[in-house]
């Protein structure tokens, strides 16, 4: 299509770059890649003077003809997200090819169909175990045994089909993820209840753990880095709902347990020891690997994701048993997965975060939120709101920390790159 191409393709070239941003911001990607990737794919079909609108649940296109044609305004409403990064990869491959000039309209309507009816990379059996295995890999990684890491698997398991029943019935997204909470810690409760001798707090941080928004955050963190503040906005508002349904269900089960005398003490929450001691390593690894999945990572890509969890608790443990803080540590250890995420999305052509976001797994806050929880189910108010903000502040570093690994390749990868894209950098001086 020519900047002389009828209103009609022009209108179909805003519905197909609409349906490729919708797609791309429902699988967590950041908004500034969404918005590039719309620009690309309407500069590619002759349309330059497109301004681009992006949150959280709708996408606006404005097509403002210099040559005196009318105006014409686009939105699509976001209404499913839902990791899928087999199909992210593959859309964004499209855009890639779109953007060298080797697709014409009609085939890339017809290629994006296509990817849209793909079948998924794995079947819904697989997805489920995987997130009851990132529970159970916490758990080891926490310090518990095959019997607590059992327990974390079978109560993960539980709870996800009790949310699952609720979404068939319509419940609100909220109270699926606060009963799969409840039903998350109510099997580590019942081993204290019955005193089985195991460290049993370990199986209520890996269900914590396998609920926690880890995707969001980092997207969340990205966009107000990137300078977009209202969707920033918007995905922290998700993650702070998230969490909060995540504490609903759990201290509802706390809270039941304490007043009916099951002896659970703030001195009983374990926290991950600083060790590289095989059964931390292995933990490790394996969550990153199962996070992996159940993002729907293609397999081609899983090794890199599991070999990203290693190394992160590698960077962590050697600086944290060096003096450094645990937020500094998180921050660097997430850096440096960031950077080299970044480094391999570039040479293999797949968006960094197939292989980082799996990666940032075994340093998700899940023993300080369950500290957290737990001391106001036992009243202690302060002190545990003091526990929630440290596991709100190691999540932002997690964030923070990624962002900042990509943003240090892209200083060095030249002016005329960066300006392509993210042309809105510049400096503002706070005003």
Same mark, same amino acid.
């Given at each position: 299509m020519t900047h002389s191409a009828s209103d009609a393709e022009g209108h179909r070239a805003m519905a197909l770059a609409l349906r490729v941003g919708e797609l791309l911001l429902g699988s967590g990607e950041a908004t500034e890649n969404v918005a590039g990737a719309m620009r690309r794919i309407l500069e590619r079909y002759g349309m330059r003077q497109v301004e681009a609108d992006v949150n959280l649940s709708a996408i606006t296109l404005s097509h403002v003809?210099?040559?005196?044609?009318?105006?014409?305004?686009?939105?699509?409403?976001?209404? =499913? #997200?839902?990791?899928?990064?087999?199909?992210?990869? +593959? $859309?964004?491959?499209?855009? !890639?090819?779109?953007?060298?000039?080797? %697709?014409?309209?009609?085939?890339?309507?017809?290629?994006?169909?296509?990817?849209?009816?793909?079948?998924?990379?794995?079947?819904?059996?697989?997805?489920?175990?995987?997130?009851?295995?990132?529970?159970?890999?916490a758990a080891v990684l926490i310090g518990g045994g095959p019997t607590v890491a059992a327990a974390a698997f079978v109560a993960t398991v539980l709870g996800d089909r009790a949310a699952a029943?609720?979404? =068939? #019935?319509?419940?609100?997204?909220?109270?699926?993820? +606060? $009963?799969?909470?409840?039903? !998350?810690?109510?099997?580590?409760?019942? %081993?204290?209840?019955?005193?089985?001798?195991?460290?049993?707090?370990?199986?209520?941080?890996?269900?914590?753990?396998?609920?926690l928004p880890g995707r969001p955050l980092v997207a969340c963190v990205q966009d107000g880095i990137a300078g977009e503040y209202v969707t920033a906005t918007a995905r922290l508002s998700e993650v702070v709902f998230i969490v909060a349904a995540v504490i609903a269900g759990i201290s509802t089960t706390l809270t039941a347990a304490v007043r009916l005398g099951v002896p659970i003490t703030v001195e009983s929450v374990p926290s991950a020891p600083l060790s590289l001691a095989p059964a931390q390593m292995g933990g490790a690894l394996a969550l990153s690997l199962t996070f992996a999945v159940a993002l729907l990572v293609p397999p081609r890509h899983l090794l890199p994701g599991a070999l990203g969890g290693g190394l992160i608790w590698l960077t962590f443990v050697s600086l944290a048993a060096n003096g450094m803080p645990a937020l500094g540590a998180t921050t660097v250890a997430a850096a440096v997965v960031g950077l080299l995420g970044a480094v391999y999305g570039r040479l293999v052509r797949v968006p960094s975060a197939v292989v980082v976001?799996?990666?940032?797994?075994?340093?998700?806050?899940?023993?300080?939120?369950?500290?957290?929880?737990?001391?106001?189910?036992?009243?202690?108010?302060?002190?545990?709101?003091?526990?929630?903000?440290?596991?709100?502040?190691?999540?932002?570093?997690?964030?923070?920390?990624?962002?900042?690994?990509?943003?240090?390749?892209?200083?060095?990868?030249?002016?005329?790159?960066a300006r392509r894209t993210r042309p809105a950098a510049r400096r503002t001086r706070g005003y």
């Open positions: 003809p210099s040559d005196g044609r009318p105006p014409a305004t686009a939105e699509r409403r976001v209404r =499913r #997200r839902q990791p899928d990064y087999d199909r992210l990869i +593959a $859309v964004h491959h499209l855009v !890639g090819e779109v953007a060298s000039r080797e %697709l014409s309209l009609a085939e890339t309507e017809e290629r994006l169909r296509e990817i849209t009816r793909r079948v998924r990379v794995y079947p819904e059996w697989a997805v489920v175990t995987s997130s009851a295995l990132i529970a159970a890999s029943a609720l979404a =068939r #019935r319509g419940v609100a997204e909220f109270f699926q993820t +606060a $009963v799969a909470a409840m039903f !998350g810690s109510m099997v580590p409760v019942l %081993l204290i209840w019955q005193r089985v001798p195991v460290e049993a707090g370990a199986a209520v941080v890996g269900a914590v753990v396998a609920l976001i799996p990666s940032i797994g075994p340093l998700l806050p899940g023993s300080a939120l369950y500290r957290g929880m737990l001391e106001l189910s036992l009243d202690n108010v302060l002190s545990g709101l003091l526990h929630l903000v440290e596991a709100l502040s190691l999540a932002v570093g997690i964030g923070a920390g990624v962002i900042l690994g990509a943003e240090i390749l892209r200083a060095f990868r030249g002016r005329g790159i």
